[in-house]
């Protein structure tokens, strides 16, 4: 067994970075010795666990299981070295933390430097990313996001929440010049790519009944800025946090359509991966959240 323990370690990096380059390079070998490597394990096992073509690498059969079933092994593995070593010293090792690139600036970042500060030997990176990484993939260990969340195979803690805003600029409301919400249904959108169903909303009125709107999205971002941008530069109607937009509203950039209306309240959420139990620092981490971010 002991032989294949490195083979093993090469052939997860090469499905995790979704080639043999990508691998050797991530575990400083070359290419040629990560092959060698996988090819060696395969032989052991007298069964294929990749099949490689011009495009790329894909799993067999074989593969998958072998991958689902070392991977916990391995994982497993660095959790005890984790657990051990933060249950006998200050918090250390590395943090991986993952949000908006938006939510980072405005909030993050200047949290992340005061949990530095009080745990300084704790090595943090941060990816600004609008998309959902794979937190299992990208090895990432919180990743921060807002809104719905639709994937239960990550397990996650609510952290606050905020209000959005309907908004338009005062020159495109000029030209369009809707009066009832159920024109909305009918104009230019500005989508967020992020969001499942980012053109349909439910508007709630404090005496009168819900209106569902079912909007036309024509222009799409996957950033919030980006979509502020092209609100503020006339393309259309967009909802937004109102974090974003709170001085946009106050010069007159921005102005909020109906605003005896109201949209749902959106969540900030913490999520990690359920395949493990969740590490010290992690559980620090979201505890110094809870006592410290305010929207």
């Given at each position: 067994?002991?032989?294949?323990?490195?083979?093993?370690?090469?052939?997860?990096?090469?499905?995790?970075?979704?080639?043999?380059?990508?691998?050797?390079?991530?575990?400083?070998?070359?290419?040629?010795?990560?092959?060698?490597?996988?090819?060696?394990?395969?032989?052991?096992?007298?069964?294929?666990?990749?099949?490689?073509?011009?495009?790329?690498?894909?799993?067999?059969?074989?593969?998958?299981?072998?991958?689902?079933?070392?991977?916990?092994?391995?994982?497993?593995?660095?959790?005890?070295?984790?657990?051990?070593?933060?249950?006998?010293?200050?918090?250390?090792?590395?943090?991986?933390?993952?949000?908006?690139?938006?939510?980072?600036?405005?909030?993050?970042?200047?949290?992340?430097?005061?949990f530095c500060a009080l745990h300084p030997q704790l090595e943090v990176s941060y990816f600004a990313d609008s998309a959902l990484n794979d937190l299992i993939t990208e090895r990432i260990d919180l990743a921060i996001r807002l809104g719905t969340l639709n994937d239960s195979s990550l397990k996650s803690r609510r952290l606050?929440?905020?209000?959005?805003?309907?908004?338009?600029?005062?020159?495109?409301?000029?030209?369009?010049?809707?009066?009832?919400?159920?024109?909305?249904?009918?104009?230019?959108?500005?989508?967020?790519?992020?969001?499942?169903?980012?053109?349909?909303?439910?508007?709630?009125?404090?005496?009168?009944?819900?209106?569902?709107?079912?909007?036309?999205?024509?222009?799409?971002?996957?950033?919030?800025?980006?979509?502020?941008?092209?609100?503020?530069?006339?393309?259309?109607?967009?909802?937004?946090?109102?974090?974003?937009?709170?001085?946009?509203?106050?010069?007159?950039?921005?102005?909020?359509?109906?605003?005896?209306?109201?949209?749902?309240?959106?969540?900030?959420?913490?999520?990690?991966?359920?395949?493990?139990?969740?590490?010290?620092?992690?559980?620090?981490?979201?505890?110094?959240?809870?006592?410290?971010?305010?929207?």
């Open positions: 067994m002991q032989p294949h323990l490195n083979r093993i370690q090469t052939f997860l990096a090469v499905v995790e970075c979704g080639s043999f380059t990508r691998a050797a390079e991530h575990l400083f070998i070359s290419k040629a010795v990560a092959s060698i490597h996988v090819k060696t394990l395969e032989e052991a096992l007298n069964v294929p666990l990749l099949i490689r073509n011009t495009r790329g690498i894909a799993l067999t059969e074989a593969g998958k299981e072998f991958y689902q079933d070392f991977k916990a092994i391995f994982d497993n593995i660095q959790n005890a070295f984790d657990h051990v070593t933060e249950r006998h010293h200050s918090l250390a090792g590395r943090l991986r933390i993952t949000s908006t690139t938006e939510f980072g600036e405005k909030f993050l970042l200047s949290l992340i430097s005061q606050a929440s905020f209000d959005i805003k309907l908004v338009a600029s005062p020159s495109w409301l000029k030209q369009n010049p809707i009066t009832i919400p159920i024109e909305l249904n009918k104009v230019n959108w500005i989508a967020n790519s992020n969001l499942e169903h980012p053109t349909h909303w439910e508007l709630k009125h404090p005496i009168h009944s819900s209106i569902n709107i079912r909007g036309k999205a024509k222009y799409i971002s996957n950033t919030s800025s980006a979509i502020r941008s092209l609100a503020i530069s006339g393309l259309g109607v967009a909802v937004l946090p109102e974090w974003i937009v709170d001085k946009d509203l106050e010069s007159g950039n921005l102005v909020t359509l109906f605003p005896e209306y109201r949209l749902p309240k959106q969540d900030v959420t913490v999520i990690f991966p359920n395949n493990t139990q969740i590490l010290r620092k992690s559980r620090v981490f979201i505890d110094f959240l809870l006592e410290t971010l305010t929207i």
